[in-house]
């Protein structure tokens, strides 16, 4: 899955409207496993951002808050620092708000896989394979619509 996302990386790199289209759609299926009111603020911020209701500089200061945040999480001091569900949701949060598209999609699946019991993530990599579906599914039909509306003029 990762070399079919890959496929799209330079696009999204050229395209700062579907990297932080898609990976506001990534962090959106976490919401609910995160576990504090900062990050789900900062995750806000993001959504503000894509549909046009925040500008870069309230981007860029929710990027730098969800980072710290991300860092600060009580689950970060583990051996492995992403063992719990919440801990990846806020590293998602926090790679989609530095518009980093394919790591935040990366975390939202890790925090999903997580969030069901952990033990799929270590031992049955087929576990990821309905999130990374949905994930290319997904970009797959944003980078449509945007062409679309590109080839209308917008």
């Known amino acids: 899955m990762a070399s079919t996302l890959a496929a799209y990386e330079e696009r999204l790199a050229q395209s700062g409207a579907l990297r932080f289209a898609f990976a506001h759609a990534c962090v959106e299926r976490v919401r609910h496993l995160l576990e504090e009111e900062p990050v789900i603020r900062c995750l806000d911020t993001l959504a503000a951002y894509v549909t046009g209701r925040a500008d870069g500089t ?4 929710a990027a730098s808050d969800a980072a710290a945040l991300a860092n600060r999480h009580q689950g970060s001091r583990s051996l492995d620092g992403v063992g719990h569900a919440a801990v990846s949701a806020s590293y998602a949060v926090a790679n989609a ?48 619509a945007q062409e679309n509306r590109s080839d209308q003029g917008e």
Request: charged share 20%.
């Open 58 to 61: 309230a981007l860029d200061r």
């Open 97 to 144: 708000l530095a518009g980093r598209a394919v790591q935040a999609a990366d975390y939202a699946a890790y925090a999903i896989v997580y969030g069901e019991g952990g033990y799929g993530a270590v031992c049955e990599p087929e576990s990821f394979v309905p999130e990374r579906s949905w994930q290319l599914a997904t970009l797959e039909r944003l980078a449509s």
